[in-house]
């Protein structure tokens, strides 16, 4: 049996100075019927809590560390970076470099906004989406996840089924009543929500939040059709 009491302890400690213990609700681990465990260190595909116990990570920090913890020629770069100095709160070259790499690797990506979060960037694409159209209504599935805006905190998966809230307490009835909750996988229930006031339709390609599910087949291509057709923004 794997020895997790110092990260229990540290659990119960977070507790008392950090709202239910953790800064992201789905970092609690209710949802698997255990406790987190809290992170020493980390080193290539593994990472080691603070009981010494060594895992094989397969969260990769939600997406960004493709390339592992603690990679050398990353790490070089970063530190390099970081002594022309840390954040200067004014446009700086590099971001344009970044952008333009972005857009050369996706050439379907014309234009780049950098954000500090995911909750923020769906939070402009969203609005984007309801001045470009006019529109104020906008779909989204139900186990997928978007981030923390009051708009997508319905039926949002185990980021908030970890606390036991399906739809997130203090959304007001305003901003429900503008989101559309569909069933992932069913492109039925997508064509019978459809009317003349959705703006968005928003999606997780493959839902991660609630248990890694893949699209069905031609789900997406049906999904970008309809879109198309009806002129809603597929985000």
């Known amino acids: 049996m794997m020895n997790r009491e110092l990260s229990l302890s540290t659990f119960e400690y ?19 019927d255990t406790f987190p465990i809290f992170v020493q260190k980390a080193n290539g595909a593994y990472i080691y809590d603070v009981d010494g116990n060594k895992y094989l990570d397969y969260i990769s920090s939600w997406g960004p560390l493709i390339f592992g913890h603690n990679d050398e020629d990353i790490k070089s770069e970063f530190i390099k970076a970081i002594e022309n100095g840390i954040t200067y709160g004014v446009p700086s ?33 969203i609005r984007v989406a309801r001045g470009y159209t006019g529109k104020k209504k906008i779909i989204k599935f139900e186990g997928c996840y978007h981030g923390h805006s009051d708009s997508l905190l ?24 503008n989101t559309v909750v569909c069933r992932y ?11 003349d006031d959705i703006a ?16 069905s087949e031609n789900f997406m291509k049906e999904l970008r059709k309809i879109t198309r057709q009806k002129n809603i923004i597929l985000i």
């Open 14 to 32: 977070a507790k008392k100075i950090i709202p239910g213990g953790v800064n992201s609700p789905v970092r609690a681990f209710g949802s698997v």
């Open 93 to 125: 070259y590099v971001e344009v470099e970044m952008a333009q790499m972005i857009t050369d690797a996706y050439p379907a990506c014309e234009m780049v906004r950098m954000v500090n979060s995911g909750t923020e960037a769906t939070m402009s694409a």
């Open 154 to 177: 319905v039926k949002s998966g185990s980021g908030t089924l970890t606390f036991n809230t399906p739809t997130s307490l203090g959304v007001p009835d305003e901003f429900i009543k």
């Open 200 to 215: 968005a339709v928003i999606i997780e390609p493959v839902a991660g939040n609630m248990g890694v599910v893949a699209p």
């Open 185 to 195: 996988n069913d492109i039925n229930s997508v064509i019978d929500a459809i009317d």
